[in-house]
């Protein structure tokens, strides 16, 4: 039996090793890229414009003419359907009931008395002619006896003709005259009427839509960029508008999207909105939905009205910032292939505090 003694290197069969897993290293890494890369080409990133609002708006309009006698209209203040918001005393009608009563009587005595100087100025007419033809008269007779002329003969015959135009204008002033106090007269008493019917009515209840409500804009401004107040000895026209009403429930962010980014989005869909008023105010996300997408071809972008699902309270926080202007930042992140789970978070930051204004009209 021979023994004999040596070493094992197993260097290189460790060599062999790395070098077989070195392939599988690299498919793997090019795997996990890939995944990644697909993952990171399916996640979109948009700057998206648009305007925070109310969902609807309800007009209110005066129902009949008076003064404000009680209760007042202020721009953010809430009311309660069926509340009675004002009350208007109707002394004011009754006041121009009997203005338009002095005029129509002054107008019926100015008619009188140009009727009478009309009747008087045709009496001097006729006077005045007859005289003219007595002359013209006792011409001809001085030009017969006399031999007056010619040229004097004509040149009264002128005055007459002279005469008698100049009155004819102004007799045709006089009817002019009197025809226009004629129409305004029947202007007034239909004026009158109008005022006897919006007797009827003295107040003005609020609409009858929603349970809450909160008065957002007051029309008819003094200037731009103002809201006047109506309160009491204020004077309100039957038919005008006083402002509009905000129903309680319910806001929408309106928003444009660009058109290669719309794939993700889709009406129905429920969405995770941030309102970050920065600094004063920070809220938590609310849930959301895209209640409506409108493709606006001139602009090549899409329209998204996006309704909110908040409470009373948020509701209420909400409108205290106001509708202004606003930037959203959507993510989507969207991979059909390994069926990963939709995330859309959508964050809005309001550039502009403050309430949104009607001018008006």
């Not at 809430?78 to 004002?86: F, N």
């Not at 109506?230 to 429930?249: A, K, Q, T, V, W």
Request: charged share 25%; net charge neutral; with cysteine.
């Amino acid at each position: 039996m021979h023994t004999c003694g040596g070493k094992i290197m197993i260097k290189n069969r460790q060599r062999v090793r790395t070098i077989k897993l070195l392939p599988v290293l690299m498919v793997t890494l090019v795997i996990a890229g890939g995944g990644i890369t697909l993952v990171w080409m399916n996640t979109g990133f948009v700057e998206c414009s648009g305007f925070l609002e109310p969902d609807s708006w309800v007009p209110l309009y005066a129902g009949s003419d008076g003064l404000v006698k009680k209760g007042a209209l202020e721009d953010g203040m809430t009311v309660i359907q069926g509340e009675r918001l004002l009350l208007l005393d109707d002394e004011w009608p009754k006041w121009n009931i009997r203005r338009i009563h002095r005029e129509l009587n002054g107008l019926e005595s100015e008619i009188s008395a140009g009727e009478r100087s009309l009747t008087l100025f045709s009496y001097h007419r006729d006077i005045e002619e007859e005289e003219l033809r007595r002359i013209i008269t006792a011409d001809q007779l001085l030009f017969d006896n006399f031999s007056l002329t010619l040229n004097d003969l004509k040149h009264d015959e002128y005055l007459y003709h002279t005469f008698c135009a100049g009155a004819d204008r102004e007799q045709e002033a006089l009817k002019q005259s009197i025809s226009t106090d004629r129409q305004n007269l029947e202007s007034l008493k239909t004026e009158q009427i109008l005022w006897e019917l919006r007797l009827k009515e003295t107040r003005v209840l609020s609409p009858e839509t929603g349970v809450f409500f909160s008065v957002e804009t007051v029309l008819s401004g003094a200037s731009a960029g103002m809201v006047p107040l109506i309160g009491p000895g204020r004077h309100i026209e039957s038919g005008r508008l006083l402002g509009y009403i905000i129903p309680g429930r319910g806001m929408q962010a309106h928003i444009e999207i660009p058109q290669h980014r719309i794939d993700g989005c889709r009406e129905g869909q429920r969405v995770l909105l941030s309102v970050d008023a920065r600094p004063q105010w920070r809220y938590p996300p609310v849930e959301a939905r895209l209640s409506s997408i409108t493709n606006m071809a001139s602009k090549g972008v899409f329209h998204a009205a996006v309704s909110l699902d908040v409470s009373e309270e948020t509701l209420e926080d909400l409108k205290a910032l106001g509708g202004g202007n606003i930037t959203a930042r959507i993510e989507i992140r969207q991979n059909r292939r390994f069926k990963l789970k939709v995330l859309e978070r959508w964050s809005m930051a309001l550039t502009s505090i403050g309430r949104k204004k009607n001018q008006l009209q």
